[in-house]
């Protein structure tokens, strides 16, 4: 049961995040039209190491605790990525059935606080201070829960929230000055960070690979990344959507009220994979990631001008 409790949870969670992130829209409608197919390489999600004391004992709001979802979904983790210079580490997980039921990869990072200046994690500790210990409940028992797939995934979705109340403005600024994926974060909380579309699996003429992908989505009027990143010695090339502009709500700084401000939410990625030689004379299509591309990702959801 479980692969088919992914299966709809990532197809809710496309849902959401396509209404927001327009330009995965446009690829789908693109590659659609093509008489194309419209496959998904990995979901990448971003989140906080820190611990929280609550009333069910400490809880990890990294890597550790999204991990209980991956693993109760069946991934297993298959690679991990260390970013000493933006304090960022990632472990990649993947499903044994992916194949067989067409799963994406899962990527997931995390920003390493206590690594950062002292006002910086004092900051992001009185934020998210103010978890709803639901969350965490659902995290830990909805699977385990006898319920049919659209009650789980109605739970589950849950997680993919700001689990905290909403930030100060001045707090998201400041960390923002400092680390832009720390305070992307405090706004965002555990909201899919990017979807990805597998060139492999476009089966068109039109778009044979991904530089004909990113330019059809140029003609499209898609803002793209400059460069696309990685080679085919590598395995793999990447790229990216520029990310779009939402107003968020935050805290107004002089009363306290709820007001908002533009700020970067998130950016569609088109990845290609290629064969590498594993062993001599055995070549396997490449399917983990590259750090350095990955790095080049993280930037995409700079704030223009705001460090």
């Known amino acids: 049961m479980k692969p088919q409790i992914a299966l709809h949870l990532f197809s809710s969670l496309w849902e959401e995040y396509s209404a927001r992130v327009s330009y995965a829209r446009t690829y789908q409608e693109m590659i659609t039209a093509a008489g194309g197919t419209v496959a998904n390489d990995h979901i990448a999600l971003r989140s906080l190491r820190l611990s929280l004391d609550t009333p069910t004992g400490k809880v990890d709001l990294g890597i550790n605790y999204l991990e209980q979802l991956a693993t109760a979904l069946g991934y297993v983790a298959a690679g991990e990525y260390i970013f000493p210079e933006t304090h960022l580490y990632a472990r990649h997980y993947s499903h044994p059935q992916q194949a067989e039921f067409d799963l994406p990869k899962l990527f997931i990072s995390e920003l390493i606080v206590d690594?950062?200046?002292?006002?910086?994690?004092?900051?992001?500790?009185?934020?998210?201070?103010?978890?709803?210990?639901?969350?965490?409940?659902?995290?830990?028992?909805?699977?385990?829960?006898?319920?049919?797939?659209?009650?789980?995934?109605?739970?589950?979705?849950?997680?993919?929230?700001?689990?905290?109340?909403?930030?100060?403005?001045?707090?998201?600024?400041?960390?923002?000055?400092?680390?832009?994926?720390?305070?992307?974060?405090l706004l965002h909380g555990y909201a899919v960070n990017h979807f990805t579309g597998y060139v492999n699996r476009q089966n068109t003429a039109k778009y044979p690979d991904i530089d004909a992908t990113v330019a059809g989505l140029v003609n499209l009027g898609v803002p793209m990344k400059a460069e696309i990143e990685?080679?085919?010695?590598?395995?793999?090339?990447?790229?990216?959507?520029?990310?779009?502009?939402?107003?968020?709500?935050?805290?107004?700084?002089?009363?306290?009220?709820?007001?908002?401000?533009?700020?970067?939410?998130?950016?569609?990625?088109?990845?290609?994979?290629?064969?590498?030689?594993?062993?001599?004379?055995?070549?396997?299509?490449?399917?983990?990631?590259?750090g350095n591309n990955a790095q080049q990702l993280f930037e995409m959801t700079r704030l223009s001008g705001n460090g």
Not at 122 to 139: A, F, G, P
Not at 234 to 242: E, K, P
């Open 115 to 185: 690594e950062l200046p002292d006002k910086i994690i004092q900051l992001i500790y009185q934020t998210v201070s103010s978890i709803d210990h639901e969350i965490i409940y659902y995290l830990q028992n909805s699977i385990k829960d006898n319920e049919d797939e659209k009650n789980i995934t109605q739970k589950l979705q849950q997680i993919f929230t700001r689990p905290w109340k909403t930030p100060q403005r001045s707090v998201v600024e400041e960390v923002n000055q400092v680390n832009q994926y720390g305070a992307w974060v």
């Open 230 to 290: 990685g080679n085919i010695a590598c395995g793999l090339r990447q790229t990216a959507t520029q990310a779009v502009t939402e107003m968020v709500t935050v805290l107004d700084d002089s009363n306290n009220a709820e007001i908002q401000i533009p700020w970067t939410y998130a950016y569609y990625e088109i990845a290609q994979r290629y064969p590498v030689e594993i062993e001599p004379g055995k070549p396997l299509l490449f399917d983990a990631f590259l």
